[in-house]
């Protein structure tokens, strides 16, 4: 038989036996132990090393094994070998090691082929695996498939609806350059700069998501439907007007708008530029 000393208690192990005694308190932790087990506690990814911390500390405060055991859901056994690991490897016994895991089914050629056809149909997995079943008749889910993309750094995020296929980049370059001279002019106070543009609010369902890569962004034409339409003017000073239209809103019915906001600016000899934004 031999003794081990700890905290607040001496226990008689057997000398020959477990590989992992069951102990009851650790030794007296310093100042920089607990702060090292604290910032582990709240700040490691893992679940399982932030309770373990949490663990040693706690018997450190005096909290018992049984004790232990009934506030982490474990046995005595557990929460003895988690004591242990701390007293005999300090703080890296308690991360787990690396583990091989089961080799994965797709290999470097198939993940390749993957993330083509995820590039193809990115907002379709099932088809995907389809595809994949169908050409290399290897059997994978659809989890298997999330990791792929996540791996090639690719995020399940919304499709944004774009006009940029549909504008003149002459036009819209020459529009940019307007823009900053008017800027200019409302920044020598020459001008009231007032801002214009139109919205539409409709009960069409929300935009899409997609596996897409950090960064980029996949497009989605826009396309007309019944809504509710906004007509609005807003300065630089954040002073906003705005009309609504249930029906579209013709070239008629801008004007109106344009002669209803502009009689302030007339009335004070005031010179209002509005811009369409592009």
């Known amino acids: 038989m ?17 590989c992992h005694p069951s102990m009851l308190f650790v030794n007296a932790l310093s100042a920089e132990e607990i702060q090292t087990l604290e910032n582990m506690k ?7 090393p932030r309770v373990r911390a949490q663990a040693v500390l706690l018997s450190d405060n005096g909290f018992s094994l049984k004790e232990l055991s009934a506030i982490f859901g474990v046995c005595r056994q557990t929460t003895s070998t988690w004591l242990t690991a701390w007293e005999t490897g300090g703080i890296a016994a308690l991360l787990d090691k690396p583990r091989s895991g089961r080799p994965c089914k797709l290999t470097g050629e198939a993940k390749r082929y993957v993330l083509d056809r995820v590039e193809e149909s990115p907002r379709a997995l099932k088809t995907v695996l389809a595809q994949l079943a169908e050409h290399w008749s ?39 350059q307007q823009l900053t001279a008017l800027t200019e002019q409302a920044q020598q106070q020459q001008i009231d700069l ?7 609010f409709t009960l069409e369902p929300s935009v899409p998501y997609a596996w897409q890569p950090v960064g980029a962004i996949i497009e989605v034409p826009c396309a007309k439907s019944k809504r509710l339409n906004v007509v609005g ?4 000073s954040g002073a906003f007007q705005s009309w609504v239209f249930e029906d579209s809103i013709t070239t008629a019915a801008l004007v109106a708008c344009i002669d209803r906001f502009a009689p302030p600016y007339r009335a004070g000899g005031r010179q209002c530029a509005h811009p369409h934004q592009p």
Not at 2 to 18: A, C, H, I, Y
């Open 194 to 200: 007032v801002y214009f543009d139109e919205s539409g």
């Open 2 to 18: 031999v003794q081990k000393s700890f905290n607040k208690k001496t226990v008689t192990l057997p000398k020959f036996g477990l």
């Open 42 to 48: 709240r700040y490691h990814p893992s679940h399982v």
């Open 138 to 176: 290897i059997p994978v889910s659809i989890a298997s498939l999330k990791r792929v993309c996540k791996q090639a750094g690719l995020v399940w995020k919304r499709v944004r609806k774009s006009l940029k296929s549909k504008r003149d980049a002459d036009l819209f370059t020459q529009s940019q």
């Open 233 to 236: 003017f807003m300065n630089k």
